[in-house]
């Protein structure tokens, strides 16, 4: 399920594994990097409880999906499972929320500094 600011992702009943997690993000304005990207995500991966927090760049915004796949996969998430690979329509949703709350367009320039800052 996905509204601007949240998208909700949840196992199917009796599916293996079992999960439920929550992914919110807000624009924010800092005061050395300019617009940036926080998110909070959290969740409960075969009844472990957790919680994460991420900034990305403006312009590395656009790999929250990989970001937060490697966090549910420390969790416990299966990789192969993939919090991206069901409901893909939701994901480009939320990237074109994001693309829109960041005021950016295809081809703005990427400084590669952030890509290695920006791996939690």
């Not at 998208?7 to 050395?32: F, K, Q």
């Amino acid at each position: 399920m996905f509204e601007p600011g949240h998208l909700h992702r949840a196992s199917l009943p009796g599916d293996e594994p079992c999960y439920a997690i929550d992914l919110y993000y807000e624009v924010r304005s800092d005061p050395v990097e300019g617009k940036v990207l926080e998110l909070r995500m959290s969740g409960v991966v075969e009844k472990r409880p957790f919680e994460e927090r991420f900034t990305l760049h403006r312009d590395t915004a656009f790999n929250f999906a990989s970001v937060a796949s490697r966090l549910a996969s420390r969790h416990g998430l299966p990789s192969e499972q993939g919090l991206i690979l069901t409901h893909h329509d939701e994901y480009d949703r939320m990237f074109d929320d994001i693309r829109e709350k960041l005021e950016t367009q295809a081809g703005d320039p990427i400084n590669l500094d952030h890509v290695e800052k920006d791996r939690p």
